[in-house]
């Protein structure tokens, strides 16, 4: 059971790595370059407004986790 | 518009003072005056933390950093903060443990523990003092001048500052923790609203959210990608604001405090997870009022503009709100800091309770006088270090972090190289060293030098286990 709640938040840390990393390149913030666009909203910014939405589901995803695991109670 | 603010702002003093009486301790202990009692439950949390990082600057800085630079600022505070909030609820529960583990009143008594050094304490300590009193001290005098601005020929300027510091000294002194957390909470509801109701109406201009960015493309296409109009926005630029933003909660005292009292592990998740919600749902508005600006004020001050998408573009009522909103998150996230300074200062004594809080509260009012004498002389160099001051405290994070995660016995390295480390930082922010090395800025630079001091600690000089 440990090793399991490991073992996810491992994965949850290199998608949460993975995010950070490619926050920073043309992925989400290609220089001069604003289509596509969703529903007339620039890609940069629905693209950085998706990336927000994940890192808060990862944290969340951490939350469930961590939910039965020892803590400083 | 000054009846109504006048109004507003009786209204929010007679609710300060409802809570000051609320929350009044009379045998002040550090528990119980500067820990708030711990004890502290997701909701308030919540509040409290979120109104501590959304300062006065969200509500004027973000619009019209949006209006400047474009939608790039969503990446440099929106997907900052949320990264914030991954490593909040990752390191947030070994700070929790250690901090109970070794009688927590502070960070820098914290470090001073773990690294079992002096020097350290002082380290985080000084680091504090440098980047947050000219932080509260811009702010002040920001939000005064903002206040001159609306209100002229009532008062000077300075009259406005020393209101906003004696409201914020009486009502951190009297109430301690506690008393500032329900104010935060009751900032954070106000702003909340306001800037949502301002947004609205942004929007409501333009007729939709599509139509609000054609216009923006219409006036300047620039603004709708990075870099921005100024090239401000480069990947360099977003990873060192990144880097410095996901620190706070370690960097900044006034919210590492926060994290240690709340109540258990499972307040302390969902805390962080509002704050995550939190977070977009407070810069979203922020966006449509920079876009608002970028089409109908693009060439104004930001003093203009914000006077025009905060008050005179606004029904009265909204307006008066809006202003004391702004007052109220200016002194919200100031008193946190400069009683975080007090309390950073008391984990550093190591005498009698009641005597150590005496000291502290004497240098709470310290604190609180000379930000207000900085805010009333305010020069470049200050400017210069409140502006950097998130970048200026992250370079305390690999110390910070390695105190908190090493379970090893440490050695000077990372205090030693900290305290370089922000010399460094300060002397090419000044002009007296160079800014970028080989193409990368001094911040990444430094944040490199200091990461490869704590790969050596921990293998090289940290070997030891603690027993």
């Known amino acids: 059971m440990a090793t399991n709640r490991k073992r996810s938040l491992l994965i949850l840390d290199i998608l949460a790595g993975l995010l950070f990393v490619g926050s920073f390149t043309p992925m989400v913030i290609p220089m001069g370059k604003n289509e596509p666009n969703f529903m007339g909203i620039p890609y940069t910014m629905w693209m950085g407004f998706v990336v927000s939405v994940l890192f808060v589901l990862l944290a969340y995803g951490v939350s469930r986790i961590q939910k039965r695991n020892d803590h400083a109670d | ?467």
């Open chain 2, 1 to 467: 518009m000054l009846t109504n603010f006048l109004i507003a702002s009786a209204i929010y003093l007679v609710v300060l003072i409802f809570l000051v009486r609320r929350t009044r301790i009379k045998d002040k202990t550090t528990s119980n005056y500067l820990l708030g009692g711990g004890n502290i439950g997701f909701v308030m949390g919540l509040f409290t933390t979120a109104a501590t990082l959304f300062s006065a600057f969200t509500v004027v800085g973000m619009p019209d950093f949006f209006r400047t630079h474009g939608v790039g600022a969503w990446i440099f505070l929106a997907v900052s903060d949320t990264m914030m909030v991954y490593g909040l609820i990752r390191v947030g529960e070994i700070l929790r443990k250690k901090a109970r583990h070794l009688d927590f009143k502070g960070m820098s008594g914290l470090m001073v523990s773990t690294y079992d050094s002096k020097l350290a304490g002082y380290v985080a300590f000084g680091g504090a003092v440098v980047f947050l009193i000219p932080y509260i001290a811009v702010q002040i005098s920001g939000i005064s001048i903002f206040l001159n601005a609306a209100f002229p020929d009532v008062v000077p300027v300075w009259v406005w500052s020393l209101s906003i510091v004696a409201v914020m000294i009486i009502y951190s002194e009297t109430g301690g923790l506690r008393a500032i957390m329900y104010n935060d909470t009751l900032q954070g509801i106000m702003l909340f609203f306001t800037i949502w109701i301002v947004g609205y109406n942004c929007i409501e201009h333009f007729g939709s959210i599509e139509s609000m960015f054609a216009k923006v493309e219409s006036v300047n296409k620039e603004l709708l990608s990075v870099p921005g109009p100024k090239g401000l926005f480069s990947a360099q630029f977003f990873i060192i604001s990144a880097l410095a933003i996901i620190c706070l909660p370690f960097t900044q005292p006034q919210i590492s405090t926060r994290v240690v009292i709340m109540k258990s592990s499972s307040s302390l998740r969902k805390m962080a997870i509002g704050l995550g919600v939190v977070a977009i749902l407070v810069i979203l508005p922020t966006l449509f009022m920079g876009m608002y600006g970028a089409v109908l004020y693009p060439e104004t001050s930001t003093q203009d503009f914000i006077g025009h998408v905060l008050l005179h573009d606004q029904a009265a009522g909204i307006a008066a709100l809006g202003l004391i909103g702004l007052v109220a998150a200016a002194i919200s996230t100031s008193d946190s800091q400069i009683f975080a300074l007090g309390s950073e200062l008391r984990s550093l004594i190591h005498i009698e309770d009641k005597k150590a809080i005496s000291i502290t509260r004497v240098f709470i009012v310290v604190f609180g006088v000379l930000a207000l004498i900085f805010s009333i002389v305010s020069t470049e160099h200050l400017v210069l270090l409140a502006r950097t001051s998130f970048t200026g405290t992250a370079m305390m994070a690999p110390m910070i972090l390695t105190g908190i995660l090493s379970s090893k016995k440490l050695s000077l390295l990372m205090p030693i190289s900290t305290f370089a480390a922000l010399l460094f930082f300060v002397f090419s922010k000044l002009g007296w060293l160079p800014s970028s090395v080989l193409g990368l800025q001094m911040e990444l630079v430094l944040f490199g030098i200091l990461v490869l001091a704590v790969v050596l600690e921990n293998l090289v000089f940290g070997k030891k286990v603690r027993s």
